[in-house]
């Protein structure tokens, strides 16, 4: 296993890309081997906190929403095109998208938590495009 990560990192050098840190977990998986092999090629090994054991799941959940969401979606053309991207998408997942349900009654993080949602008319939405309508943002027509 450490053969092919050391081989992925090689290519990524050889390419122009150079990396000089690697977050991972403490999965008993990772072995002493692991680290040693990045650290031979001058990568620094960073352990996730022990104290937050959910870090890892937390991090992989907004990865797997990045991907199924925007790059799955779209073809990036470069750096500055990869951070317009993603500097929308974040905005919207953190502000406009309900992240869970509470008891079916879907919220954005911003909506007052004091009104009971009901259904409105058409008519009184408006939709916001976001990333040429990948994305939606919806508000009240004024």
Known sequence: MPGRHYRQAQGLEE???RFTHLSRGRDAKFTAAFDVVFA???????????????????????????????TDRILIAGERHLYIVLTEYIAHYNANRSH?????RLRA?????NVIP??????????????GGLLAHYEPAV
């Open 15 to 17: 390419a122009g890309h």
């Open 109 to 113: 993080p911003d909506d007052d938590s």
């Open 40 to 70: 031979s090629i001058g990568i620094d090994v960073v352990l996730t906190a022990p104290q937050a054991p959910r870090m890892n799941a937390i991090a992989e959940r907004f990865i797997g929403s990045v991907c199924r969401e925007v």
């Open 118 to 131: 009901f259904p409105t008319p058409a008519s009184q939405i408006r939709r916001r495009q976001r990333l």
């Open 100 to 104: 869970q349900g509470e008891h079916r």
